[in-house]
């Protein structure tokens, strides 16, 4: 039997099952197989295949090809809405997908397409290039069961105002149960202060979940776990243990897949949505995030398997929150009530409570507008500051993830505090060669001999 596509006999090209039935047809008209066993090969009816007979044995093979072949289908799109829609999509949407360039094409200009079908129209154009599938196998995670029993948390670093602002980073929130955008935040960098601003927020808004899932940054996980200073766990890790929250740290970017994922879609849908509507800045980004997220979870949240929110109520109060979401540290008082601190040297006030304080700890609170506190047993210490450096605090060395923030802060720093004048003091006169050498003119032997030869020119008189 052949199986090539193409046949001679004048019939053009032909589909194999059209083929298939030129080879029985012929068989039957042979005399070497009978309609019926015919019909049972091509699963057609004893009169179906009579007609196919008649038709092969009056025109020939050609005759058994689809009168519909070559000719442009009835239910065809007009050209002239294929070329309007793939130069509303050049101009506009260039660097969009199929299915999101489909979705403004009906939002912004009435223009209702299939996304598979703009999809083709983008790929003859050669304005869309599918992503070439690679294979990965992970062991499959299931959601959990209700809401607010394990929110997702990741910074993602990306150049979300393209040309138009420098490079930032957004901090996700997402609920495993239901894939819901819980909370969005633009912020400089990915710093312990940044996540606190965001935790405070989130917990305002949503209340207490049972636990958040994040990666091995150092914001949430200590990197060495073995130091033998320290108490083991980071300044954020202890404010969520002060709130009843459990951290848990993922041990691949896979594990937490649905964080990731939302990173890559927002990377794709947020920086277009801010490009349409003109923003260029964190402060009005993040004035545009709350309308995104509704709309982005009107599209994409699931529905939870159970629906309990296990969400908690804050009942915390506010100064209360403030000493939780702030950073904490110990401080060694010495004899002279004195104390370093993140390059200050600090001086406690001397009265009835810091008298007592030489050789204990007392408690540090640096909040994130500035402000800095030590306390002995929640009372507030006064102090004064000698010699202050104002330089990069160590939050801003140790915790921020991107480099470009350290340096963007301390140029400001040295642009604020040009250095100081020095005086070049007296400078040591240097030696300069004349170019002579010592050739020994005026050692102990020259000397002897330059005596011995006045001596002989003296007696030689």
């Given at each position: ?5 193409e046949c001679g006999h004048g019939m053009g090209l032909m589909s194999e099952r059209e083929l298939n039935r030129v080879e029985v047809l012929s ?339 640096e909040f994130p507008d500035g402000r800095l506190e030590f306390r002995w047993k929640g009372v507030s210490l006064p102090y004064s500051v000698f ?75």
């Amino acid at each position: 039997m052949r199986t090539g596509r193409e046949c001679g006999h004048g019939m053009g090209l032909m589909s194999e099952r059209e083929l298939n039935r030129v080879e029985v047809l012929s068989q039957v008209n042979q005399g070497r197989m009978t309609a019926t066993t015919a019909a049972n090969v091509l699963g057609l009816s004893r009169r179906q295949v009579h007609r196919l007979l008649k038709k092969f044995q009056t025109d020939g093979p050609a005759a058994i090809r689809h009168k519909a072949r070559g000719r442009a289908s009835n239910n065809r799109i007009d050209p002239a809405v294929r070329e309007f829609a793939v130069t509303l999509v050049r101009e506009n949407y260039i660097d969009f997908g199929p299915t999101f360039a489909a979705e403004k094409l009906h939002e912004d200009h009435g223009l209702k397409v299939s996304r598979e079908t703009l999809r083709k129209w983008m790929q003859d154009a050669g304005i869309w290039l599918s992503r070439k599938q690679r294979r990965t196998f992970h062991q499959p995670r299931l959601r959990r069961e209700c809401f607010g029993e394990l929110i997702q948390i990741d910074g993602s670093d990306h150049h979300w105002f393209e040309d138009r602002g420098p490079s930032c980073t957004l901090l996700v929130f997402i609920d495993d149960a239901t894939s819901t955008l819980m909370h969005l935040e633009f912020v400089t960098s990915e710093s312990t202060f940044s996540y606190f601003g965001a935790l405070e927020a989130y917990l305002h808004e949503h209340g207490r979940p049972v636990a958040f899932y994040s990666d091995k940054h150092t914001v949430f996980r200590v990197a060495q776990q073995g130091a033998k200073s320290g108490h083991g766990m980071t300044q954020f890790g202890r404010a969520l243990n002060e709130l009843n929250i459990e951290i848990l740290c993922a041990n691949s970017s896979q594990a937490k897949g649905r964080v990731e994922r939302a990173n890559r879609t927002l990377q794709d849908r947020l920086v277009k949505e801010l490009r349409l509507a003109g923003i260029s800045d964190i402060e009005a980004a993040n004035a545009f995030l709350p309308t995104f997220m509704e709309r982005y979870n009107a599209k994409f949240a699931k529905t939870p398997r159970c629906p309990d929110n296990l969400h908690r109520p804050l009942n915390t109060e506010p100064d209360r929150l403030a000493d939780v979401l702030c950073w904490r540290d110990e401080r060694y008082v010495g004899n002279q009530l004195a104390f370093s601190y993140d390059r200050q040297r600090i001086i406690l006030a001397e009265n009835e409570v810091t008298r007592g304080l030489p050789g204990r700890y007392v408690d540090s609170y640096e909040f994130p507008d500035g402000r800095l506190e030590f306390r002995w047993k929640g009372v507030s210490l006064p102090y004064s500051v000698f010699d202050k450096d104002q330089r990069v605090t160590h939050a801003a060395i140790t915790e921020n993830k991107r480099l470009g923030a350290v340096l963007e802060f301390i140029k400001e720093e040295q642009d604020k505090a040009p250095p100081k004048k020095r005086r070049a003091g007296k400078q040591r006169s240097r030696y300069k060669p004349n170019g002579r050498r010592n050739d020994g003119w005026n050692s102990l032997a020259a000397r002897r001999a330059k005596e011995a030869s006045k001596a002989s020119q003296g007696c030689d008189i």
